[in-house]
């Protein structure tokens, strides 16, 4: 079963600078890697999604994916206040599409 | 943008009762997921489908168990709900590889 670790498990940043999460996955075979954000008590908001070795970006946010090192990142350029909320790192398997494992997410706070 | 729907928002069951969590979307995406969030675990995975009339086991279904009647429809189903199934219940819908659209989650206590 994929495992999917998260690090660190909070981090606080002031506003303006650039806060970056880490995920290591356990299949090498994985071929979707995606982060997303959830606020507290909402749901799940779909960030970036990467399949290939390299960065990924959408807007302030920019994936990086190293498959040799089994690793994943999420770069956020410039985060504001808004910004602050927990972060999940997911992951899917070959072949099995949408079916995803998540990790149990880093907590992230933007200090004015 | 893509709408998935759960109800109720909020429930409390007693040990022992039946519970079902129903999940709506109008995207018409083929597959359809039900997760569970825990503090300490992140999002599991307990039931899934790939269309009308096909369920599948996740990673965590003992105690549950899953319909899918129509495209749109999903159903949790917890026959003789335990404390340890309280919890935060997330749907989501999508198309293979592509996004996946979650709904706003529910937030079930079993005393």
């Known amino acids: 079963q994929q495992k999917v670790q998260q690090s660190p498990e909070s981090l606080t940043v002031s506003e303006g600078a650039m806060a970056s999460l880490n995920c290591t996955f356990s299949?090498?075979?994985?071929?979707?890697f995606r982060w997303y954000r959830q606020h507290s008590g909402k749901g799940l908001e779909m960030l970036v999604s990467?399949?290939?070795?390299g960065e990924k970006e959408e807007g302030r946010f920019t994936a990086h994916l190293n498959r040799a090192s089994l690793h994943v990142s999420l770069h956020i350029r410039e985060p504001q206040p808004s910004d602050s909320a927990v972060y999940l790192c997911?992951?899917?398997?070959?072949?099995?599409?949408?079916?995803?494992?998540f990790g149990k997410g880093a907590k992230l706070t933007v200090s004015p | 943008e893509a709408a998935v729907t759960q109800s109720p928002r909020n429930k409390v069951a007693v040990t022992g009762g039946k519970v079902t969590l129903s999940c709506n979307q109008t995207?018409?995406?083929?597959?359809m997921y039900w997760y569970r969030q825990d503090t300490g675990h992140g999002l599991r995975l307990i039931h899934y489908?790939?269309?009308?009339?096909?369920?599948e086991k996740g990673d965590i279904p003992d105690g549950y168990k899953a319909s899918r009647p129509s495209q749109e429809n999903f159903s949790l189903i917890l026959e003789l709900a335990t404390p340890s199934q309280t919890s935060v219940y997330f749907c989501?819908?999508?198309?293979?590889?592509?996004?996946?659209?979650f709904g706003h989650g529910t937030k079930l206590s079993v005393l």
């Open positions: 995207n018409n995406h083929n597959n």
């Open positions: 299949d090498g075979t994985s071929d979707n």
């Open positions: 989501a819908s999508g198309t293979g590889v592509e996004r996946l659209f």
């Open positions: 489908s790939y269309g009308a009339g096909s369920t």
């Open positions: 997911a992951v899917s398997m070959k072949g099995t599409g949408s079916k995803l494992s």
């Open positions: 990467i399949f290939s070795d």
